[in-house]
């Protein structure tokens, strides 16, 4: 699963909460699938967050050892 789809399932999960439609049943199941996919784009986002400050990290200490390079 991708963040995008997990992203997805998610909105549409919080658009069937909201309208409070679903049987007690059925939104407790939504709710914990729900915990799942907020857990799993957490999880993405966080990793992302991480390559990205690897990356901002390298680079300046690229630019610290050839400055004007």
Known sequence: MTFEEAH?????IVA???????PL???TALWKRGEELYAFCRGQLDAAQGR???LA???????????GA
């Open 8 to 12: 997805k399932e998610l909105e549409q």
């Open 25 to 27: 049943d059925e939104m």
């Open 52 to 54: 990205i400050e690897e």
């Open 57 to 67: 990290k390298s680079a300046a200490q690229r630019d610290e050892v050839a400055p």
């Open 16 to 22: 069937k909460l909201e309208a409070g439609q679903a």
